[in-house]
């Protein structure tokens, strides 16, 4: 369910479409007996929502998963190159 916001609308979003899209929106819209401007910024947030979220949330598959947590709860010893790059890392930031 879309949020409904409390904001007033103040700005304004212009975008080109094809005659037939414009029809299918047109149609969407009178369907769900909304205004094509109101069914056109709801969609986008439900968009730009997903896409956020999307972006935000890693997903492994269950053997991945398993990989990570063995990774976390079993974790190898620091190659020599990574005690070097630990070491010049403390030696920069002046760390005891």
Do not use: K, N
């Amino acid at each position: 369910m879309p949020q409904v916001s409390a904001q007033p609308r103040s700005e304004r979003i212009e975008a080109r479409a094809t005659p037939d899209v414009l029809a299918l929106v047109r149609r969407a819209a009178e369907l769900q007996g909304r205004s094509v401007s109101d069914f056109v910024v709801s969609a986008a947030e439900q968009a730009a929502r997903a896409a956020i979220t999307e972006a935000q949330v890693v997903r492994l598959s269950a053997e991945d998963q398993a990989r990570f947590v063995e990774a976390l709860l079993s974790p190898l010893e620091p190659t020599p190159a990574m005690v070097r790059a630990h070491e010049r890392r403390r030696r920069l930031l002046g760390e005891p």
